[in-house]
């Protein structure tokens, strides 16, 4: 048996993907992803950082009935521009690792198409309007 199963220890040591956490993982694909949209666009874009957070703060008056996936911070004296991604909300609504890596391209292409002002279809050819 191996895998997940046996936790930390002699047969899955720190650094194996046995003994990665769930946010670890969450934060590779990210990762993986993010490069893969942001490549072609880094002239534009400048120095965009990719952050996680667990879950969005909703203000108190928020009316939509859905939850906030990722969300964009403008460039600013605190630091530069930042694509944040939340990742309960994300995982919530993925079955698996192929699912969650489908969404991470979806709402990442959609929000460097935002920012940049063009259609998501112009961003990445991998990307598959819902």
Do not use: C
């Amino acid at each position: 048996m191996r895998g997940p199963a046996f936790g930390k220890g002699p047969w899955a040591p720190k650094g194996v993907p046995a003994a990665r956490t769930r946010s670890e993982r969450f934060d590779d694909i990210a990762l993986r992803v993010m490069r893969v949209v942001v490549a072609p666009w880094l002239d534009r874009l400048g120095d965009l950082e990719l952050a996680v957070e667990e879950v969005p703060v909703i203000p108190a008056g928020w009316s939509n009935t859905s939850v906030p996936l990722a969300s964009y911070v403008e460039k600013s004296a605190a630091g530069g521009p930042r694509l944040v991604l939340f990742r309960r909300p994300l995982e919530h609504r993925a079955e698996g690792v192929l699912e969650l890596e489908t969404l991470l391209l979806t709402v990442i292409v959609e929000q460097v198409a935002e920012v940049l002002g063009i259609p998501a279809e112009d961003v990445h050819p991998g990307y598959e309007a819902d």
